[in-house]
């Protein structure tokens, strides 16, 4: 698994962005996909998941009804579509994978073994 995320950039409070995570590597069974953040000083925060085949996904609180994450696993990709933005959503933003079978999504770090670079969300007030 070779993650690849893109899609940051700089929005006003109010208005979207849409991520993407692109896996350039091969995987045979497919894999379970994360997105974190991370602000300075603080570690990674789970934001939302999904199962490897799209049909299962877990979201954060602070981002439920505001964030949506899909997958097209005919492109290899994971997205997560972001509204509604605030100030505080600014923050690094990372893609993870899990390629060992699970029918759980798992929201703390060290359950991913895969990660892609990080790319800057930033939302100005």
């Known amino acids: 698994v070779q993650l690849q995320a893109s899609g940051g950039g700089l929005v006003q409070a109010g208005g979207s962005l849409s991520l993407s995570c692109a896996n350039s590597?091969?995987?045979?069974?497919?894999?379970?996909a994360g997105w974190f953040r991370q602000v300075p000083g603080k570690g990674r925060e789970f934001i939302a998941g999904?199962?490897?085949?799209?049909?299962?996904?877990s979201y954060a609180n602070s981002v439920k009804g505001r964030f949506t994450i899909s997958r097209d696993n005919a492109k290899n990709t994971v997205n997560l579509q972001m509204n509604s933005l605030k100030p505080e959503d600014t923050a690094v933003y990372y893609c993870?994978?899990?390629?060992?079978?699970?029918?759980?999504?798992?929201?703390?770090?060290?359950?991913?073994?895969?990660w892609g670079q990080g790319t800057q969300v930033t939302v100005s007030s």
């Open positions: 999904i199962t490897r085949s799209g049909g299962s996904t």
């Open positions: 993870a994978a899990k390629t060992a079978y699970s029918t759980v999504i798992g929201t703390t770090q060290n359950w991913y073994a895969y």
């Open positions: 590597g091969r995987t045979s069974s497919g894999f379970t």
